[in-house]
T-cell receptor
Framework: AQKVTQAQTEISVVEKEDVTLDCVYE???????LFWYKQPPSGELVFLIR??????QNEISGRYSWNFQKSTSSFNFTITASQVVDSAVYFC?????????????FGTGTKLQVIP | GAVVSQHPSWVICKSGTSVKIECRSL??????MFWYRQFPKQSLMLMAT?????????EQGVEKDKFLINHASLTLSTLTVTSAHPEDSSFYIC????????????FGPGTRLTVL
């Protein structure tokens, strides 16, 4: 069974501050994908990143960066110089790579509020 | 791109009626589509997995006779909530997977169902 924990329920930051969203996962599978999705107030989930468990390289995309540490089963997401448009609920998710049909397990989400 | 649409975006119905929600992959063929339910301030709960041309696989606790899923083509899946009751009021989100096996899911904008 898989489990994804996002301990931070809500975070508020002032615009231009950096913010890190934590994600800790549990899985018995040795190979898996990790995801981050953004859900703005409109409701639609927006895909941000997929990370293969083989690849522990950190990734940067503009103001977004991800820190994957297999040793601590964490896949944290940092937004640099936050903006009001970053206000949303962010979900971390995991799906095993082994076997056939494998469902995605979502964390409970972290609501980020960026205050102007 | 990977665009998924849902129709309608919101619906209000009377208790006892049935409601059909459509999920379409607009620019790719989706061998597998997923249906999720999201209660306010909660995470996504997978309801069922739908493969084109075969019966849907329902998660434990989801009534298959109440939530009818049809995946008639590689670009369309429908969810029908039969004899809806107020407790069925929720945000229903579909997603579609491009390839076979484990691949990124792309989400539709969601349908907000309110049953009076």
């Amino acid at each position: 069974a898989q489990k994804v924990t996002q301990a931070q329920t809500e975070i508020s930051v002032v615009e231009k501050e950096d913010v890190t969203l934590d994600c800790v996962y549990e899985t018995r599978d040795t190979t898996y994908y990790l995801f981050w999705y953004k859900q703005p107030p409109s409701g639609e989930l927006v895909f941000l990143i997929r990370r293969n468990s083989f690849d522990e390289q950190n990734e940067i995309s503009g103001r977004y960066s991800w820190n994957f540490q297999k040793s601590t089963s964490s896949f944290n997401f940092t937004i640099t110089a936050s903006q009001v448009v970053d206000s949303a609920v962010y979900f971390c998710a995991l799906t095993p790579l082994s076997g056939g049909y494998q469902k995605v397990t979502f964390g409970t989400g972290t609501k980020l509020q960026v205050i102007p | 791109g990977a665009v998924v649409s849902q129709h309608p975006s919101w619906v209000i119905c009377k208790s006892g009626t049935s409601v059909k929600i459509e999920c379409r992959s607009l620019d790719f063929q989706a061998t597998t589509m997923f249906w999720y339910r999201q209660f306010p301030k909660q995470s996504l709960m997978l309801m069922a997995t739908s493969n084109e041309g075969s019966k849907a696989t329902y998660e434990q606790g989801v009534e298959k006779d109440k939530f009818l899923i049809n995946h008639a083509s590689l670009t369309l899946s429908t969810l029908t909530v039969t004899s809806a009751h107020p407790e069925d009021s929720s945000f229903y989100i579909c997603s579609a997977r491009k390839g076979v096996g484990t691949d990124t899911q792309y989400f539709g904008p969601g349908t907000r169902l309110t049953v009076l």
